[in-house]
Every structure is written in structure tokens, then in C-alpha cells.
Nanobody
Framework: QVQLVESGGDLVQAVGSLRLSCAAS????????LGWYRQAPGKQRELVAL???????NYADSVKGRFTISRDNAKNTVYLQMNSLKPEDTAVYYC??????????WGQGTQVTVSS
């Protein structure tokens, strides 16, 4: 089983930036998808960004143009660069990996708080 550990969450003012990291316990080269999700208080967990093994990316409309997902196979790490942060981005952010057989692993989450 692959273990995932997120880091980089913090308290930041609006229009500031953060970079989240998700480190995997073994190679992510063969993993089909790596994604970032978030869950705000009282809200359902939602997909923020997704990157495939081939490097294709998808973003939620609310973060397009502000967030960038990337992966570094050599470091077994996926990143989420977050710019121009808004109070609405406040949430716990989770890393998720999906194997070719569709089995999934989740990280424990990292808190991002954006003040106005």
C-alpha cells in the first residue's frame, strides 16, 4: 500500500501564495492519476486538480488560472502551486492517487486558511 503525506498548508492572506506537496512512500511512475481534493467546513469534498501519468491536467473552474498541479516522478512527489489565494480557498486539502486497477489511496490532509 502506498502511503501519502501532504505538507505545505498554512495561514496566508488573500492574494498570497502557497505550494502544497504530497510525498509517496514508493515510486509514482506507474500511477495512473494523482489529484488534489479539498473539503471546506460544512461542504462536500471536491476535486481541485488532477494529473495523469501522461501529464494531462484538469482543474476545477474555480481555480483555473490560479493553481497548477505538477508531478516529479524522481522525487515521488506531486505538487499544487496556489497563487492569488482567496478566502473561498480555505479548506483541508487532500492528495489522492489512483492505480491502473482503480484502487485509491488518500493522504491525511493539510489545512489551508486564507484570511481577507
Amino acid at each position: 500500500q502506498v502511503q501519502l503525506v501532504e505538507s505545505g498548508g498554512d495561514l496566508v492572506q488573500a492574494v498570497g501564495s502557497l505550494r502544497l506537496s504530497c510525498a509517496a512512500s514508493k515510486s509514482i511512475f506507474s500511477i495512473s492519476f494523482l489529484g488534489w481534493y479539498r473539503q471546506a467546513p460544512g461542504k462536500q469534498r471536491e476535486l481541485v486538480a488532477l494529473i495523469s501519468r501522461g501529464g494531462n491536467t484538469n482543474y476545477a473552474d474555480s481555480v483555473k488560472g490560479r493553481f497548477t498541479i505538477s508531478r516529479d516522478n524522481a522525487k515521488n512527489t506531486v505538487y499544487l502551486q496556489m497563487n492569488s489565494l482567496k478566502p473561498e480557498d480555505t479548506a483541508v486539502y487532500y492528495c489522492k492517487l489512483t492505480l491502473p486497477n482503480l484502487q485509491a489511496s488518500w493522504g491525511q490532509g493539510t489545512q489551508v486558511t486564507v484570511s481577507s
